[in-house]
T-cell receptor, first 112, second 112 residues
């Protein structure tokens, strides 16, 4: 049973525009959420995170929004750059959990 | 700073063979993890460790074993390789529950 879902397998966006990646979760015990970026033949790298006590966290061009009532989070990338072309994974854990539950990933392609 | 180092990067095994995937981290992280990623899927946790001498099963532990004799090393053992174990394996470590996991670059394993 997949507790973290990324329903869009791919996203294509023009350079300079906004990329919006979505993620839904089912486990109400999740209270910490992370986004990872992955290039081919490399391991995932941490991008940004958010705790359930917040509804927004910003780091440069990356902003994560959390809607706890809807069990939904999103990652905004503004402006999108060619180097942002990668697979993005949403992940979540509970407060007493050592392990992450991952979504299946969204492949972002930034067009010049 | 090497971070998390995995060896080998690629391996082809015959059905029934055994092998050990090596993982070493130099960040003095207490928590270490093994994930597998199948095509089109998110990462699934195989085993994890909260410190030297302590290991526990994740979501998909069958067919695997681990040990944690030191803080730095967390090898994953496949005893009788099966085609279902064809996957990309990632080792990760973290400082604490809220620390973002740092991933190795992965081992691509094919069982034929």
């Amino acid at each position: 049973d997949q507790q973290v879902k990324q329903n869009s397998p791919s996203l294509s966006v023009q350079e300079g525009r906004i990329s919006i990646l979505n993620c839904d979760y089912t486990n109400s015990m999740f209270d910490y959420f992370l986004w990872y970026k992955k290039y081919p033949a490399e391991g995932p790298t941490f991008l940004i995170s958010i705790s359930s006590i917040k509804d927004k966290n910003e780091d440069g061009r990356f902003t994560v929004f959390l809607n706890k009532s809807a069990k939904h989070l999103s990652l905004h990338i503004v402006p999108s750059q060619p180097g942002d072309s990668a697979v993005y994974f949403c992940a979540a854990r509970g407060s007493n959990d050592y392990k992450l539950s991952f979504g299946a990933g969204t492949t972002v392609t930034v067009r010049a | 700073n090497a971070g998390v180092t995995q060896t080998p990067k690629f391996r082809i095994l015959k059905i029934g063979q055994s092998m050990t995937l090596q993982c070493t981290q130099d960040m003095n992280h207490n928590y270490m993890y093994w994930y597998r990623q199948d095509p089109g899927m998110g990462l699934k946790l195989i085993y994890y460790s909260v410190g030297a001498g302590i290991t526990d099963k994740g979501e998909v532990p069958n067919g695997y074993n681990v040990s944690r004799s030191t803080t730095e090393d967390f090898p994953l053992r496949l005893e009788l390789a099966a085609p279902s174990q064809t996957s990309v394996y990632f080792c990760a470590s973290s400082y604490g529950l809220r620390g973002a996991d740092t991933f190795g670059s992965g081992t691509r394993l094919t069982v034929v």
